[in-house]
């Protein structure tokens, strides 16, 4: 959850943010890429509208209630609640929580360790997670620093209200940044088991761990599949840079056949571009990118385009977007109810219906069941 965004453990990334926010490091070539506000094009196939917002302006946004801290939340498979990393006043530290999308029904799935990632099966009834819970021999790990990853963190799988964990996996180096593709049968995740960051995947009960990527000079995370179950979307930066401590650090996304197959990068200016997500129409996606003046702020893009239209305009830190199953929800966090100074993070939602990047729909309105095997 989550640079390490999801992730490399993504939602503890505020605190590097916030130092690059104090920096004031943002170039002028973080406008290379097509920054547009109005119309992307749509895919052939699809039956909906391109999107449009007005320049300048948000769409609709309100704070989640009851939730004083936290970042890097997901919907459940039927948009009422949502899993993510909170910190209340009782926690030693962030803990994977689940609430309804009002602010009720408040969860803690897990009690101790130091938690990360995590994301719900399809079935709606178990989540996965990621946790230090049993490596309290290791030290812990600087969230905010790529070069020192949290090692021990373990990937785990619930029940939504935290009874019958199983552990995925054993070792001691740093799995985390994971997710789940839509027909439940396996799972997406980060991993340092090769000796650096690749994509990976597993079956759901943790048995054959696969590599997916092998990018050398790279270091890929923060990957979702889009709703084909075979796309996957995901960033990296060149493991140079993140040597050179540049702030803030270049990244670029890509899209990848879950085989390994059809590496295609997405983006091709030199700025952050960080946190991708898939959109329900299976070809839009939300992702965030610093602008001027040194503002993390999150974008719609489209596969089919290269066309970016801005969603957020504010000047605190907007990050670590997801889309509602429906397309009706852009989740996010932001610190922009945070006190001068502190960098507090909230949960925040955003009214954008209008995109129309809900699920393709067939002629009698039936929503389209993509091929997920």
Not at 18 to 26: E, N, P, S, V
Not at 177 to 183: D, H, I, Q, R, T
Not at 242 to 266: N, Q, V, W, Y
Request: net charge negative; charged share 20%; with cysteine.
């Amino acid at each position: 959850m989550k640079f390490q965004d999801t992730r490399n453990s993504d939602w503890r990334q505020i605190g590097y943010l916030a130092k690059a926010f104090r920096l004031g490091l943002c170039t002028a070539a973080l406008l290379g890429g097509r920054f547009v506000n109005g119309q992307t094009s749509s895919s052939p196939s699809s039956t909906q509208s391109a999107p449009t917002v007005t320049e300048g302006h948000e769409l609709p946004v309100h704070r989640i209630p009851n939730v004083g801290r936290g970042a890097e939340f997901y919907f459940s498979p039927d948009g009422t609640h949502i899993i993510g990393n909170a910190k209340f006043p009782q926690d030693g530290s962030y803990q994977v929580y689940t609430l309804k999308i009002d602010g009720t029904e408040i969860h803690r799935v897990n009690d101790h360790g130091d938690d990360a990632c995590s994301f719900f099966f399809p079935d709606g009834k178990r989540v996965i997670w990621t946790s230090t819970k049993d490596h309290p021999e290791l030290a812990k790990s600087n969230y905010s620093d790529p070069s020192d990853y949290p090692q021990g963190s373990e990937l785990y799988t619930s029940n939504v209200d935290g009874t019958d964990v199983k552990r995925l996996t054993f070792n001691t180096v740093y799995d985390a940044e994971v997710s789940v593709a839509p027909n439940g049968k396996w799972i997406l995740f980060g991993s340092q088991r090769s000796g650096k960051m690749e994509l990976w995947k597993m079956n759901a009960d943790g048995s054959d761990p696969t590599q997916i990527t092998h990018l050398d000079g790279w270091e890929p995370g923060g990957s979702f599949l889009f709703p084909d179950g075979k796309t996957i979307v995901f960033r990296a930066w060149r493991s140079e840079d993140a040597k050179a401590h540049k702030h803030p650090l270049p990244m670029t996304l890509f899209t990848i056949r879950a085989d390994g197959s059809g590496l295609h990068p997405l983006t091709h200016d030199q700025g952050t571009n960080w946190s991708p997500y898939p959109a329900p129409d299976g070809h839009h996606y939300v992702f965030v990118k610093v602008v001027p003046p040194n503002n993390y702020e999150i974008f719609l893009g489209d596969l089919n385009s290269d066309e970016q239209v801005r969603l957020t305009y504010n000047d605190a830190f907007d990050g670590y977007p997801s889309i509602s199953p429906d397309g009706h929800w852009l989740l996010f966090t932001s610190t922009r109810e945070s006190a001068p100074g502190e960098h507090a993070t909230g949960i925040y939602l955003q009214d954008i219906s209008s995109l129309n990047i809900g699920p393709a729909t067939t002629q009698n309105g039936a929503i389209a069941k993509a091929n997920t095997q």
